[in-house]
DNA sequence: TAGATTGTTAATCGATTAACAATC
DNA sequence: TAGATTGTTAATCGATTAACAATC
């Protein structure tokens, strides 16, 4: 049986622990090359994020590691965990839309690979994009995409489209079995209950960030 | 005194309801020049956003709106009084530093004026692009940027510059004055407390899409 | 008037934080 | 042994959700 289920029932993880995750992950990984430390407390996580260690220690509780009294965590075992909980080890491959400026930053970044999400192609309807390769992926024009989805069974889109074709191309990947759309645009997507769509919205966080300096900067005065 | 204050001492806002505004607002501006409704009610804004109603009312409280029972709110009005909450009337100025694919897409793309956001130039080192215009914005060397922001007041930072540049990069910005970072890059800044780091994480998004379309295959089943 | 909706107070729920025994 | 840290249960806190009187 699988580490995170129960009789194939998959653990309800809180979102917040999952966002943490990656972040232990990353300053996992860097200690582990640059210092060869072997074992880590939740209390020194804590103190180099600025994360409260209890808070450390629940979230890495969800792996199932077992950690040391007085040490802490095997570095190296908890990399593996972090991984393993995450899918990290089989890669899933994914499509994007929407070649612009920011489709291609998305389709030459390769550190998706890492975190288990393969861009395999992008597509646009632009003929002086098509046929070219950005970032090693070739992309194709749009109108080849209901058919490779289908043929090659993807599950995840990405969706980088100028705003006012942004729902006409989710309909289409739904359509030819897309099951997760990644959605960049700020267009508020409606799609069928069995498909995912995680929205990465910008404005949201802007707002954050202007509320928070407004606050700090009253409180220079 | 202003709205939002006792006392010259900001309210309290729930983060969760900070991010909610922005997606009420883009709704209703939609809303506003397509339909040309005058009156919504939280009901049915909750029912087009698949936000419960209860929230969307708590949530619009916020801006201190009386709403009509049996109405609803006035589109126009609300519409007015998240652009005042949130500060979108007096647009603040940005520096953008990194111009790569990501750097020019968040260049070029001009819709955060309408959240109050003003990115009036982009720095690299990169002699190529140097001098040259990206969405109508110039690119300057960075070697500029600690004495243009000093010059120009500039208290809001977007960093989008390779990985091993990110502390380097922050430290200079920090120590220009700047007191708001927008990380875009998967680096654990390390700052100053009076400096606020917003970070785009794209891999902890990544994280939640991927667990959610995993229970989703498995329910599938 | 009847009914939908607001505004506000109370109840619930879930994540964060605290506490503490067990352990190396 | 003494002390730091884990693992786990309990307390707290804050956001979400419910309830309901007031109102148009």
Redesign the pocket.
């Known amino acids: 049986m699988d580490k995170n289920e129960n009789n194939g029932k998959i653990k309800f993880i809180?979102?917040?622990?999952l966002r943490r995750l990656p972040v232990y992950y990353q300053y996992l990984k860097k200690l582990h090359n640059e210092k060869r430390i072997e074992f880590i407390?939740?209390?020194?996580i804590g103190n180099d994020l600025n994360i409260?260690?209890?808070?450390v220690?629940?979230d890495i509780?969800i792996t199932e590691?077992?950690?040391?009294?007085?040490?802490?965590?095997n570095v190296r075992e908890l990399i593996k965990r972090i991984e393993d909980f995450l899918g990290w080890n089989n890669v899933t491959d994914a499509f994007l839309v929407g070649v612009g400026n920011l489709g291609s930053a998305l389709l030459s970044y390769n550190g998706f690979k890492e975190y288990g999400l393969n861009i395999i192609a992008g597509f646009d309807d632009d003929e002086s994009k098509v046929g070219k390769e950005i970032g090693k992926k070739m992309v194709f024009h749009v109108n080849k995409l209901p058919d490779m989805i289908q043929r090659m069974g993807i599950k995840i889109g990405i969706l980088t489209v100028p705003a006012p074709y942004a729902q006409e191309i989710a309909d289409i990947m739904v359509k030819a079995g897309i099951r997760a759309i990644w959605n960049f645009t700020h267009v508020k997507l409606n799609v069928p209950k069995n498909v995912i769509i995680q929205h990465e919205n910008l404005a949201a966080s802007l707002v954050v960030l202007s509320k928070k300096l407004e606050i700090l900067l009253k409180s220079d005065e």
Chains 1, 2 share one sequence.
């Open positions: 809180p979102e917040p622990t407390s939740a209390t020194q409260i260690p209890i808070q220690k629940k509780a590691i077992t950690g040391k009294p007085k040490l802490g965590y």
